[in-house]
């Protein structure tokens, strides 16, 4: 047995990690599927058909990761959206996308989370999540050129340019809180045993790297102010509501309203 297996909390966190990636992926792949004939062009949705079957197929490879995990009580893999009441997903794709703006805007930003992440297990010390993380970002690099050229093609659109700019800004908060806070105890151990490189702060700033400059060349508003810290050398993105952040699921939940 690897010595990692026996650190419960490393383990916890490795579980939570798997169904994440793989409730994410499942999701995405569900939501892209329901724009196989809404897309607005022939080439669009002959995509969005390939990309739905490729992210609906990274879930069933991740999904049977849980099984070789020592964790009692593990999620169960989903094959309907039934199937199990507790989503370990980002909360935008826990519904339909309404406008392929909106699909536009979902499928750039957490297509390029997911992609952020899995660049870091590819050196895992678990073999077996290392290896599919590999075979997963293959595919990846055509999603990303998809997503990023979609952004582009609405960014030159009048009217329809503000639409997606709403939906990115909209979106945005809750993808930069998916990666957890700095000093993430279940990270911290995970880093510890050699599962995952890098931390919180490390994967967020690596996300903003891959999809700020296409903001930038685009002129797309989306940051609030210019996102460069060149002095500090990062990328900056201001407040985040971590108070309504779960962060066991991943997810930004509904604000609490004042009394």
């Known amino acids: 047995m690897p010595s990692w297996q026996e650190n419960d909390k490393a383990v916890a966190a490795l579980l939570n990690l ?8 499942y999701f995405l792949g569900r939501r892209i599927s329901e724009w196989e004939v809404g897309a607005p062009g022939l080439e669009e949705a002959v995509a969005a058909s390939a990309l739905a079957q490729e992210e609906l197929g990274h879930a069933r490879v991740l999904y049977p990761l849980l099984d070789e995990l020592p964790f009692p009580e593990r999620p ?34 957490l297509d390029a989370a997911l992609t952020t992440m899995l660049e870091h297990l590819t050196a895992s ?33 009048p009217g329809v340019r503000e639409e997606l700019e709403g939906r990115l800004r909209a979106f945005l908060p809750e993808v930069l809180l998916w990666f957890g806070p700095e000093g993430e105890e279940g990270v911290r151990e995970l880093g510890r045993e050699g599962l ?27 940051l609030a102010y210019p996102a460069w810290d060149v002095a500090r050398k990062r990328w900056d993105y201001g407040e985040l509501p971590w108070e309504n952040w779960n962060r066991l699921q ?3 939940e509904a604000a609490t309203p004042s009394r």
């Open 18 to 25: 798997v169904v994440v990636l793989a409730d994410n992926k």
């Open 76 to 109: 169960v893999p989903l094959e309907r959206e039934g199937d199990r009441k507790r989503r370990y997903t980002v909360s935008f794709v826990d519904r339909p996308w309404e406008t392929w703006p909106e699909a536009v805007a979902g499928i750039f930003l």
């Open 125 to 157: 010390a678990w073999e077996p999540l290392a290896r599919r993380a590999g075979r997963i970002l293959q595919e990846e690099v055509f999603h990303l050129e998809f997503a990023e050229g979609r952004v582009r093609d609405l960014a030159s659109i």
């Open 196 to 222: 995952i490189q890098g931390e919180n702060e490390i994967w967020r700033q690596a996300f903003l790297g891959r999809i700020a400059p296409l903001f930038l060349e685009e002129g797309l508003r989306v």
């Open 250 to 252: 991943r997810k930004l």
